[in-house]
C-alpha cells in the first residue's frame, strides 16, 4: 500500500507558476502526475520512473517538470507558463509497473492515488 499526499495548489493568473508536492510513503517504480478538469476525464501529464526517465503529455512539454526526491520520498511538479485552460484539480499517482509501462496514461495501471490538489488559473 502507498500513500499519497498532494500539496502546492492554488489560483494563479495566466502566465504564472506554481510547485505542486506528492509526499509518498514509498517511492514506486513510477510515479506521476494526472490532472481532471470538471466535466472532463482524468488525463496524465507527466510520469517519472525509477531510473529519473521522465515522459510528457504534448499539452504540457516544454511548460511542466517533473522531479523527484528519492530521499525524501516526495514528488514534484514544477509547472511554469500556466493557461487558464490548465485549471483542474492535480492528483499525483504511483504504480509498480515496470519502466516501458510507465507513461502519462492508462489510468489502470496506476493502483495508488492521492486526494488531489486544485490548481485554478484566471486569465
Known amino acids: 500500500q502507498v500513500q499519497l499526499v498532494e500539496s502546492g495548489g492554488g489560483s494563479v493568473q495566466a502566465g504564472g507558476s506554481l510547485r505542486l508536492s506528492c509526499a509518498a510513503s514509498?517511492?514506486?517504480?513510477?510515479m506521476g502526475w494526472f490532472r481532471q478538469a470538471p466535466g472532463k476525464e482524468r488525463e496524465g501529464m507527466a510520469v517519472?520512473?525509477?531510473?529519473?526517465?521522465?515522459r510528457y503529455a504534448d499539452s504540457v512539454k516544454g511548460r511542466f517538470t517533473i522531479s523527484g526526491d528519492n530521499a525524501k520520498n516526495i514528488l514534484y511538479l514544477q509547472m511554469n507558463s500556466l493557461k487558464p485552460e490548465d485549471t483542474a484539480m492535480y492528483y499525483c499517482?504511483?504504480?509498480?509497473?515496470?519502466?516501458?509501462?510507465?507513461?502519462?496514461?492508462?489510468?489502470?495501471?496506476?493502483?495508488?492515488w492521492g486526494q488531489g490538489t486544485q490548481v485554478t488559473v484566471s486569465s
Open positions: 499517482a504511483a504504480s509498480d509497473v515496470p519502466s516501458h509501462y510507465c507513461v502519462p496514461a492508462n489510468l489502470m495501471r496506476y493502483p495508488y
Open positions: 514509498r517511492y514506486t517504480a513510477c
Open positions: 517519472i520512473d525509477s531510473a529519473g526517465s521522465t
